[in-house]
């Protein structure tokens, strides 16, 4: 198949690294990228609207070797990473996954990854657009804390959908295919090192599939495909409209190094009682009693009017399943309760927007783990 995209219109070199599932995405008739951790993220191989139905009702892939993986081992490491996060880690259990903030001494937010508990002191980040690994050097330098860091040969794959689970169970069988929500196995396919989580971007049963050989990409590739063949498997890009359904935030669009956890909503992330001391925690302490002054607000956005600035849009998306326009808005919080109506500029004119409950779809999020 010739390929669809023609990377000779990008100015490429070393620093923007191909992932080792690069060459079968171009194959597979990928049309767009991005750059993202310094890498190529593929974006579309169709009409995003089609993308988004088969990832509802069938099986998708999508190549996402850009969340890379900052490496933390040594015999100081849980109490190292437990000092990045404000979440207690001696909640997670070796084989254990946790959604956690990385955040900064003003509380702000430097990245929100997945983390992996591999062993009692060995960690994965897996990781949002930025440079965390710079970040947890500078951490380590002045810590005192016997610790290793790295960025490990480590490339994950997404299988996203309600026909991953049969996937999976094909290529690993029923104990990986029935893991719970969060958790993941150590594990081979016929050689190719993986480990499989039960994790997803997409508010949809999920899988990621971390590749531990990135010589083993293609093969990888072909071999999960191969394995959906008959289920009408197909790769595509991260979908924004089912994770902003989903009330999945996006780290360098939705919150920022300058949003702090309790005004995107993740003030649960934050364990004021835990015994470990984590960067941050004053500042977010004195968030908490006080309160924040704005919030990320859902909103369904409607008709035509003009007004005044007080914040702004963050993401926004037509929703085929609600047949509407949906997304997040930064206002003050005296704006952000259910119901509040607003207006927003847009680039054919002014809307009205009513703040509404998020997550907009499934706000138990019991899809993801059945």
Not at 136 to 155: F, I, M, Q, T, Y
Not at 184 to 211: H, N
């Amino acid at each position: 198949m010739t390929p669809t995209f023609d990377m000779a219109l990008i100015q490429r070199g070393a620093r923007l690294r191909r992932s080792p599932y690069f060459d079968a995405t171009l194959r597979a008739g990928c049309r767009a990228y991005t750059v993202y951790n310094h890498m190529f993220l593929p974006t579309r191989y169709d009409d995003l609207h089609a993308e988004y139905e088969r990832l509802r009702t069938g099986v998708t892939v999508w190549d996402v070797s850009v969340e890379r993986q900052v490496e933390i081992t040594g015999p100081d490491a849980f109490e190292f990473t437990n000092l990045l996060t404000p979440r207690d880690l001696s909640k997670c259990a070796v084989g254990q996954g946790k959604y956690v903030l990385i955040t900064a001494d003003d509380g702000g937010i430097v990245n929100d990854p997945v983390l992996l508990r591999l062993g009692e002191n060995h960690f994965w980040l897996a990781l949002a657009d930025s440079d965390v690994l710079l970040w947890a050097k500078g951490v380590a330098l002045n810590s005192g804390l016997d610790v290793r860091l790295c960025e490990p040969d480590v490339s994950p794959m997404q299988v996203q959908g309600p026909k991953s689970k049969e996937v999976v169970r094909r290529l690993f069988g029923d104990g990986v295919a029935g893991l719970r929500y969060y958790f993941f196995a150590e594990t081979d396919l016929d050689g190719i090192p993986v480990v499989v989580t039960r994790t997803g971007w997409s508010g949809e049963v999920g899988y990621e599939i971390y590749l531990r050989d990135g010589s083993r990409g293609v093969e990888l590739w072909d071999r999960v495909m191969d394995a959906g063949a008959d289920l009408g498997i197909a790769p595509t890009g991260p979908s924004d409209i089912r994770r902003i359904e989903a009330g999945i935030l996006n780290y360098g669009i939705d919150m920022t190094l300058d949003t702090n956890p309790y005004e995107v909503g993740l003030g649960w992330q934050v364990d004021h009682g835990q015994e470990g001391d984590f960067i941050g925690r004053e500042a977010l302490a004195r968030i908490a009693a006080e309160g924040p002054g704005r919030r990320l607000a859902g909103v369904e956005i409607a008709g035509g009017a003009d007004g005044e600035a007080i914040g702004f849009v963050t993401s926004a998306v037509w929703s085929p399943r609600l047949q509407r326009n949906i997304g997040y808005a930064m206002v003050p919080t005296a704006f952000a309760e259910s119901g509040t109506r607003l207006r927003v500029a847009t680039p054919d004119g002014e809307r009205e927007v009513v703040v509404v409950r998020k997550p907009f779809v499934d706000p138990d999020k019991e899809i993801p783990k059945s």
